[in-house]
């Protein structure tokens, strides 16, 4: 299959070299020029759960791209999804596949503005990956990869796509309900993410302080506001319970808001996590003072930090 991953940071370039790996024809799109460059000069370097490998993938900048694809992951920030999808519409064909895994809510709505409804395929994946340095990428865990069709009629290529994952050894699975599992992981980055970044801790310390639960059930409370919106019910004791539990299990952990903002003083995707909820509590009316604090906070820290 003719695929190209683009934005190819560390989860797109992890995705990228085990679908290369799997006898696919792999093209990186990227915006960032030492990265492109490391690329093409060295190959891609990957430590897949500590077992080291480089392959030669032709990396482009966006407007470099000359190729049309079969498939498409959009691998990008939340905040440079409409950038990328603007930057490589010349790459897609009326049956280009879109594949969205990207953390944050709302991307569904920013993808059909480009791409038409029966293209669209969303997903969440619990695979971790980080950037040592251009052009090396760590990528690690077993997956999976939940994936559903947005429009009904496309089951079938739903199930494609996920069976091409899985022969890549990337776990991909059907999904009956990816609305329900996005907006588990919003919860899970809308308070274990930015509760960390603002209170410069790692997860167990995080799970250690007297009103962890308070604050995650403040937050939860007004995330299941919104995810009502969307058809989707969140139980808050239950969801509040399996947070608690999960930072049991992730130990001391620094979560990715907190590598991005605190250690690289990088931007976040927090308006796409506690500041859509905000956002859609004005719309749809519903109170979430807890999500516009939290989202005012790391927005101060990005300005304090002279992020951009
Ligand atoms: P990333 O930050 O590694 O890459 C995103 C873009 O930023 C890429 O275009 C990359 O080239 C660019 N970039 C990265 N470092 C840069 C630097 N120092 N200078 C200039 N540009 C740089 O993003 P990611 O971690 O791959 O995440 C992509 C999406 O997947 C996000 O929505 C994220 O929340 C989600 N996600 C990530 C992980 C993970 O473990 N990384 C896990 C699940 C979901």
């Given at each position: 299959m003719k695929i190209a991953i683009a934005g190819s940071g560390a989860l797109g370039s992890g995705f990228g070299f085990k679908l290369f790996q799997a006898g696919n024809e792999v093209t990186l799109i990227d915006t960032w020029p030492d990265h492109v460059e490391a690329i093409n000069t060295n190959g891609l370097e990957v430590d897949f759960n500590g077992e080291k490998g480089t392959e030669k993938i032709p990396a482009f900048f966006p407007q470099d791209v000359k190729d049309t694809f079969d498939v498409v992951f959009v691998f990008t920030k939340s905040m440079q999804l409409a950038n990328m999808l603007e930057a490589i519409q010349?790459?897609?064909?009326?049956?280009t596949k879109i594949i969205c895994l990207l953390n944050g809510l709302g991307h569904k709505q920013t993808l059909a503005k480009y791409i038409p409804v029966k293209n669209i395929f969303m997903g969440t994946t619990v695979w971790t990956a980080g950037i040592d340095a251009p052009g090396k990428v760590h990528f690690m865990g077993q997956g999976p990869v939940e994936l559903q069709n947005?429009?009904?009629?496309?089951k079938a290529a739903a199930e494609e796509l996920v069976e091409m994952m899985a022969k890549a050894g990337l776990n991909g699975q059907y999904s009956d309900n990816v609305v329900f599992s996005t907006w588990r992981k919003a919860c899970v980055n809308g308070t274990l993410n930015v509760l960390c970044s603002i209170l410069d801790c790692d997860i167990e310390e995080l799970s250690k302080t007297e009103t962890c639960r308070n604050m995650m059930t403040s937050i939860i409370t007004e995330f299941s506001l919104g995810a009502k919106v969307e058809g989707v019910t969140l139980d808050v004791t239950e969801t509040v319970d399996y947070l608690m539990d999960l930072c049991g299990k992730v130990g001391p952990h620094y979560p990715s808001m907190h590598q991005d903002?605190?250690?690289?003083?990088r931007p976040t995707e927090v308006d796409y996590l506690n500041g859509a909820v905000a956002k859609m509590g004005k719309e749809h009316g519903f109170d979430a003072p807890t999500c516009q604090i939290i989202t005012d906070l790391i927005h101060a820290k990005e300005d304090l930090l002279g992020i951009k």
């Open positions: 010349h790459t897609l064909t009326e049956d947005i429009d009904p009629n496309e903002l605190i250690q690289n003083h």
